[in-house]
């Protein structure tokens, strides 16, 4: 599968696949420089389960970014350039297909 820029030049899609909750701090500057809704922020609990932040009834004991709409993601990997945890997995276009 071949993409191209604007004008042209060769460009390979880079899709977000997964967010390493272990390794995301929760900053969140992954999702600010999305403007497709990719992403999403959640908790977990004490007990290791990812858990609404609207929730009061859950503990929270850390913030995470994850995957909140797989398929609106375009490939620009702006999300993977901001992100100083570097816990995200991208699959390139080509791959995609395979």
Known sequence: M????????????????SIDAKKC??????????GRDVMTLK???EDGELVSLDDEDDEI???IMVVND?????GCAACAR???????SHTSAGAEAA
């Open 43 to 45: 908790g977990i609990s």
């Open 82 to 88: 901001v992100c100083p945890a570097d816990c995200q």
């Open 25 to 34: 701090i929760g900053c969140g500057r992954c999702f600010k420089v999305c």
């Open 61 to 63: 004991e850390k913030k």
């Open 2 to 17: 071949s993409f191209a820029t604007r004008d042209g030049r060769d460009w390979t899609p880079q899709y977000l696949t």
């Open 70 to 74: 797989q398929g609106a993601c375009i």
